[in-house]
């Protein structure tokens, strides 16, 4: 048997560096990474202490960020020649260890990446709170970040006006309830950062948007009870983008195809010029949650309701790096080959 090729550490690092990068809610970065003993298998686990009790009782939106990094390390190791290989929820008996990566590579020169430019898009991609311009995103755009959503196996679905208007209507409830509701407010609060906070984690103050001057547009309040910190409102678009991103069933590992399927869209559309932010206020009350599905579709489960469009880069949030690795031990290579 030949011997097999390790990643060395600088490989791996530049793996966790992408990963990292993916968005998560509040930016609270509930993951952890391990690499397994035969240097060959990244571990992605859970980060307990990095959740929010109460707009996220289930971890649903956990899974949706743990997702979307694993497959901003999927496409880093494709980029850098390796050939991943997934497993999701590997051990019933070990629920923390969400999904492993094995590094199988080297990928044949038919398997290389199509689109380099979804790689260059990993360090682009920021969420932006700010107005858009309102211009129409072609339909070939739509079509792409539909298709990006499949392919990951979940499905997208960008409403007409009257759609679009109901799913407003939604998150604006959504938020109204959020504010109503002090100890979910000071949850939020306790996510964001003041200036000049050398935090690794949450949302600095430089990142959060204006209100919308005209009320249409039910951005998240993130400030609550510190308005003095709040952005003074401006006209956000008229024609606002929408887009719903949903899966046929609600298990644990829908919500990892979810959060890849969501990473794999805001790529796409950043490749493009587009310009992302994400609207969960919603998914965290179940019967608004509910609500938001499509009229008439009984396996639709709502997982996250994106706006994009043209419009000005968002600010740069925090990243703690990933799990410090050292270069793994190769096992022995065998002397005689097997049958």
């Avoid at 996510?191 to 600095?204: E, F, L, Q, V």
């Avoid at 880069?313 to 690795?325: K, L, S």
């Amino acid at each position: 048997m030949p011997t097999q090729v390790l990643p060395d550490a600088a490989t791996v690092e530049s793996l966790l560096a992408a990963a990292v990068t993916a968005p998560s809610i509040h930016n609270t970065q509930p993951w952890r990474f391990h690499p397994a003993p035969d240097g060959h298998v990244l571990e992605i686990h859970s980060a307990p202490a990095r959740t929010l009790p109460l707009a996220d009782p289930v971890h649903r939106a956990q899974y949706l960020s743990v997702g979307a990094a694993l497959f901003n390390l999927r496409l880093a190791a494709v980029h850098q020649g390796w050939r991943p290989e997934v497993r999701l929820l590997p051990d019933p008996h070990r629920p923390g260890l969400l999904a492993t990566v094995r590094l199988t590579g080297p990928l044949a020169a038919d398997d290389q990446p199509s689109d380099p430019g979804l790689h260059e898009a990993i360090a682009l991609r920021h969420s932006s709170r700010m107005p858009f311009t309102g211009r129409p995103v072609p339909e070939p755009i739509v079509a792409e970040m539909t298709a990006a959503a499949h392919a990951a196996g979940a499905r997208l679905h960008v409403p007409d006006i009257a759609g679009t208007r109901r799913l407003l209507r939604l998150t604006a409830t959504a938020e109204a309830r959020n504010h109503a509701h002090p100890d979910r407010t000071a949850e939020t609060l306790a996510w964001i950062n003041a200036p000049g906070a050398n935090a690794p984690y949450g949302i600095p103050v430089t990142a959060l948007g204006p209100p919308d001057a005209a009320a249409r547009m039910p951005m998240r309040d993130f400030t609550g009870a510190l308005p003095a910190v709040r952005l003074p409102a401006l006209w956000f678009e008229r024609h606002i983008q929408l887009a719903l991103l949903w899966t046929g069933h609600d298990r644990r590992e829908d919500w990892l195809r979810a959060g890849q399927a969501l990473q794999y869209v805001l790529l796409t559309a950043t490749a493009r010029g587009l310009r992302t932010s994400l609207l969960h206020q919603a998914m965290e009350w179940p019967e608004l949650r509910a609500a938001m599905a499509l009229p008439g579709h009984k396996r639709c489960h709502p997982q996250l309701l994106i706006r994009f469009g043209y419009g000005p880069d968002g600010a740069r949030t925090p990243r703690a790096p990933g799990h410090p690795v050292t270069r793994p031990v190769a096992p022995p290579a065998a002397d005689t080959e097997t049958n």
